[in-house]
T-cell receptor, first 114, second 117 residues
Framework: AQSVTQLDSQVPVFEEAPVELRCNYSSSVSVYLFWYVQYPNQGLQLLLK??????LVKGINGFEAEFNKSQTSFHLRKPSVHISDTAEYFC????????????FGKGTMLLVSP | GAVVSQHPSWVICKSGTSVKIECRSLDFQATTMFWYRQFPKQSLMLMAT?????????EQGVEKDKFLINHASLTLSTLTVTSAHPEDSSFYICSASGTSIAKNIQYFGAGTRLSVL
């Protein structure tokens, strides 16, 4: 079985500062990786995904993530955050795209202050 | 990206009544739909997976007679919470995966907050 660890439950940062949200996974087989964002009282929105190819993937809202197979990580980064980026961020993995069951991390709350 | 519509966004009901939540894929065919439950400040817990035209597969510990799932068409799945009780109060989120733009990726609805009095 696979698992996802998001080490930080909360990350406070000032507006316009860079941020990195960490995600590590464990799996005995190849994985596909996703980052989702959840704003208060809303569903999840797909930020970006790694299915294959380039290990550096770019997503919406200026976010990017890098798949590092040797370190089993998929950290999410943004060079300059905005107040509107305040939200819960979930890292997720899947091992079977055809039956795309996701395993989620516990989430990281990004708190951006002025 | 693909759009998944979930309705209602908020529902309040009396204990003992049943509540139906709808999940629709608007611009793709959803061959697989998922239902999650989320407790405050926690991650999503997968309740069940349904493939169009088949019975849903429930995760361990989820009562299939309490949480009835129907996936009768490629664009609609419903979750019915039968004889709801206060402990069923939660945030329920559906997601869908299927053809074209939603191939191999789950797209999520906006969620339904259920409050049982």
């Amino acid at each position: 079985a696979q698992s996802v660890t998001q080490l930080d439950s909360q990350v406070p940062v000032f507006e316009e500062a860079p941020v990195e949200l960490r995600c590590n996974y464990s799996s005995s087989v190849s994985v596909y990786l996703f980052w989702y964002v959840q704003y208060p009282n809303q569903g999840l929105q797909l930020l970006l995904k790694y299915l294959s190819g380039s290990t550096l993937v770019k997503g919406i809202n200026g976010f990017e993530a890098e798949f590092n197979k040797s370190q089993t990580s998929f950290h999410l980064r943004k060079p300059s955050v905005h107040i509107s980026d305040t939200a819960e961020y979930f890292c997720a993995v899947s091992v079977n795209l055809g039956y795309s069951t996701l395993t989620f991390g516990k989430g990281t709350m990004l708190l951006v202050s002025p | 990206g693909a759009v998944v519509s979930q309705h209602p966004s908020w529902v309040i009901c009396k204990s003992g009544t049943s509540v139906k939540i709808e999940c629709r894929s608007l611009d793709f065919q959803a061959t697989t739909m998922f239902w999650y439950r989320q407790f405050p400040k926690q991650s999503l817990m997968l309740m069940a997976t349904s493939n169009e035209g088949s019975k849903a597969t429930y995760e361990q510990g989820v009562e299939k007679d309490k949480f009835l799932i129907n996936h009768a068409s490629l664009t609609l799945s419903t979750l019915t919470v039968t004889s709801a009780h206060p402990e069923d109060s939660s945030f329920y989120i559906c997601s869908a995966s299927g053809t074209s733009i939603a191939k191999n990726i789950q797209y999520f609805g906006a969620g339904t907050r259920l409050s049982v009095l």
